[in-house]
């Protein structure tokens, strides 16, 4: 669906695959990947670089109501990119968040 998204909304802007690669700093084979839905699962910093060049709100790449995200945790995300955070950091936090839960239901 994200790959979906992007191509239709690249073609609405009139920007080809490779302008946009260039722009958001991504290989155009993995923009095209993810356009194709070869890639189903890209980084979220690709997807606010992506959303960044296209000039819309990155709800719109994901299609918030298809995926029922929340725009509380979007805004978590955006945040954490706009201050820095990388997606490998990301990945660190997420075990400490798995710690928290394996912990949270020992007590249990």
Request: glycine share 4%; proline share 1%.
């Amino acid at each position: 669906m994200v790959g979906e998204n992007v191509r239709k909304i690249r073609r609405e802007k009139g920007i080809s695959l490779s302008v946009l690669a260039e722009r958001a700093l991504v290989s155009k084979s993995y923009l095209s990947n993810i356009e194709r839905n070869l890639k189903t699962n890209p980084t979220i910093d690709v997807l606010l670089r992506v959303s960044k060049v296209l000039e819309v709100d990155l709800y719109d790449l994901l299609d918030v109501d298809r995926l029922s995200l929340s725009n509380e945790l979007t805004g978590v995300v955006q945040l954490a990119h706009e201050e820095g955070i990388t997606t490998q950091q990301l990945s660190e936090y997420k075990i400490l968040f798995d710690f928290i839960k394996w912990h949270s239901q020992q007590e249990n």
